[in-house]
């Protein structure tokens, strides 16, 4: 393995003009470093500028300002078929006037791989996806999740220093997309490539990856692996785009070791939190906590991070109960898990109910206000 | 007897009626009656008449006779029009390939650009068809006779010093074939070349192809429908063509279409006429079945 990294970008922008004439920087000075062997995700909404990334990655398009590095090489203008990388496109691009065998030893006629060699490797890469037997088959013969797995030997056959995936299983229905979550993260694994994953599903995201780099409006909002991403976001952002949570406003009083104690006026109270970004004293900050880490009962079991509320809203759904409750004018949404099996709806929080919530103060999060 | 006569057809109507009623046959011909009558008046019964003119024999006044006469295919056999059909398959090919090698890439080319473009382009390739077909020829014919458009030109870039005498020269012809039929190759294949997705493209660079490997492995075969259609709309009415040959040609250059059009208007031997469209319409037919076989093996995959 050559360079430091299998992929760096560093300061990269990319602009484009827009039919109307404005200039829009899809990539706005990001900077990241792509481990070898990882599996690294692009997560964010549509025109966050992960796919431009991967783009520019691919040799598609060529950074406005920055510089893109594979394999430690500096990539500058090198057009896509002199790139150390393949491309696993989302609508597949398979080539339909090819079969099955011919689309997968495309890229290896390319590199003038001999007859032999190429009949060996294309076996061994559609046996590796599960489609021994097919390759006589056009394109058109085959379903989404085939023509998904085409694709992905297509590109893996030439056993490449980074793959490239661009939501790849965003046209397979949910049950075979959840298959080949796992399916990918198992040939990840296998084949030992760096996998570069784009994504807008930010359960995809944390199922497969080993890091995750979040982004919104062109910059990288938070870039770490998944726990990280999930239990210590450092912006509001990162807090409300991968799962759920409760935000307050608040301002730091002071910061005591790994601990913050905020004053929350909503609530005329202070709350001990863990700040997770760059916070000091005397701070406008943002409060975030999980609803699946807010702790209910019926007395208050604590002196600090404890407040009584009333049930407003209680939804049943099976594994788990949404339970709304209202605590001096703010209504916070907490997932109760249904640890007790009962046929009495009165045993998941009735409407009306007094109850006290406990914030552990690590899952009562300190973010800077933005 | 008229009683008895009344009683027959009106139980042969009922019977009529009733095979209408449960014969899936005949209840498919009567739903397609509009297309089977269109195709009757305007295909099969012109064609009848044709095949049929041409077995009969020509009066002493150019009048037809109605008396049976399989001598005017014989006739054709003859050297000189065997030559006539060499040449004028040779003009219909000549015509098509060079159609296509000017229409691929003008029709690469608006397919590549700016949707905004597009459109003004290709009208641009149908702005001729706005001025009358004949007035056109004589446009040619201005530009390439000897002293005109062209040798003023080339004489005045001192590229030439003599006038160059295209005009009436199978090479006058062949350009005036080309200009006429070049936007019907072009349509078609800009059909096929505007379907064929970027991504393609991006993923045969991205699998390793430069960009002429692309261009030969991914856009030249999927270009492959278009390119038939176009050398279908091109080589069938180059064949039958007569008035470039006559008016860019000179008396020189003679088609099978000026054959058929000499024996129905000037030599008035309409039987043998009719004996040469059938010629031309077969091979043309023949032509053209051969060639969708054989190009058209992808064309299934890829419509």
């Known amino acids: 393995m050559s360079g430091e990294y299998a992929v760096e970008l560093r300061d990269v922008v990319k602009k484009f003009i827009t039919p109307e004439g404005n200039e829009l920087a899809a990539v706005n000075h990001v900077t990241m470093q792509i481990n070898h062997g990882e599996f690294f995700s692009m997560l964010g909404s549509s025109g966050c500028g992960k796919t431009t990334s991967l783009r520019l990655i691919a040799g598609f398009e060529w950074p406005t300002e920055g510089e893109v590095y594979i394999g430690g090489k500096l990539m500058g203008h090198t057009p896509p078929f002199q790139r150390p990388v393949n491309t696993v496109f989302q609508s597949y691009a398979l080539f339909q006037h090819l079969t099955v065998f011919q689309n997968v030893a495309f890229g290896l006629e390319m590199e003038g791989v001999s007859t032999e060699d190429i009949k060996k490797r294309v076996g061994r890469a559609l046996e590796m996806v599960q489609l021994t037997g097919m ?19 297509r590109a893996l056959v030439k056993t490449p220093q980074v793959l490239l995936l661009d939501e790849p299983l965003g046209a397979l229905d949910l049950k075979l997309r959840k298959e080949m979550q796992l399916e990918l993260k198992a040939l990840q694994k296998q084949v030992g490539i760096t996998f570069i994953y784009v994504t807008h599903d930010q359960e995809e995201a944390l199922t497969m990856s080993d890091r995750i780099a979040v982004m919104s409006f062109g910059k990288v909002m938070q870039l770490g692996p998944s726990v990280e991403i999930y239990e210590r976001p450092t912006n509001r952002f990162v807090a409300d785009f991968i799962g759920e949570s409760n935000f307050l406003e608040g301002k730091v009083k002071s910061l005591q070791g790994d601990r913050a104690i905020v004053a929350v006026p909503a609530w005329n109270t202070e709350l001990i939190g863990l700040p997770t970004g760059k916070v000091r004293a005397g701070d406008d900050v943002i409060i975030s906590v999980r609803p699946e880490k807010i702790r209910l009962g019926d007395k208050q079991e604590q002196p600090q991070n404890c407040i009584d509320g009333v049930v407003v809203n209680s939804t049943y759904i099976g594994s788990d109960t949404h339970v709304y409750v209202e605590v001096r004018g703010r209504k916070l949404k907490i997932w109760e898990q249904n640890r007790v099996s009962s046929l ?16 552990l103060p690590e899952n009562t999060l300190v973010l800077p206000s933005d | ?61 150019g009048e037809v006779e109605f008396q049976f006469n399989p001598t005017n295919y014989v006739r054709l056999f003859d050297p000189i029009y065997g030559r006539i059909l060499v040449y004028s398959l040779g003009v219909g090919f000549g015509t098509t390939i060079f159609s296509i090698l000017i229409g691929y890439p003008l029709a690469y080319n608006i397919a590549r ?21 004949i007035i056109r020829v004589y446009a040619w014919i201005m530009i390439l006779r000897a002293g005109g458009f062209l040798d003023g030109l080339l004489q005045w870039m001192a590229i030439t010093s003599q006038p160059l005498g295209l005009l009436y020269t199978p090479t006058a012809v062949m350009i005036g074939m080309v200009y006429e039929f070049l936007p019907f190759m072009i349509l078609p294949l800009y059909t096929s070349l505007e379907k064929i997705e970027n991504s393609l493209l991006e993923a045969a660079a991205d699998l390793g192809a430069p960009p002429w490997r692309v261009f030969l492995r991914v856009t030249l075969p999927l270009s492959v429908p278009g390119m038939i259609a176009g ?60 060639y ?11 419509v």
């Open chain 1, 135 to 153: 390759d006589k088959r056009h394109p058109k013969q085959l379903s989404g999740g085939q023509q998904q797995r085409v694709a992905l030997a």
């Open chain 1, 344 to 359: 009495d709806q009165s045993a998941y929080h009735r409407n009306g109910a007094q109850v006290w919530l406990t914030l």
């Open chain 2, 292 to 302: 969708t076989r054989k190009a058209g093996f992808s064309e299934e995959l890829l």
């Open chain 2, 231 to 290: 050398t279908i709309l091109v080589f069938i009415p180059a064949m039958g063509m007569f008035v470039i040959p006559d008016l860019m040609g000179g008396a020189k250059t003679v088609l099978i279409g000026n054959v058929i059009r000499n024996q129905f208007l000037t030599a008035r031997d309409w039987p043998f006429g009719a004996a040469a469209s059938m010629i031309l319409m077969l091979m043309t037919l023949v032509l053209t079945m051969y």
């Open chain 2, 113 to 133: 650009s700016p949707a905004r473009q597009r459109s003004l382009l290709l009208f641009l390739i149908l702005v001729p068809f706005w001025t009358n077909f």
């Open chain 2, 1 to 61: 007897m008229a009683v008895d006569g009344a009683v027959v057809r009106r139980s042969n109507r009922v019977s009529l009626l009733k095979l209408f009623r449960e014969n899936r046959i005949f209840q498919g011909l009567a739903l397609i009656s509009p297309a089977d009558l269109y195709l009757f008046v305007f295909m099969i019964l012109p064609l009848v008449l044709v095949v049929g003119l041409s077995f009969l024999s020509r009066g002493t006044y």
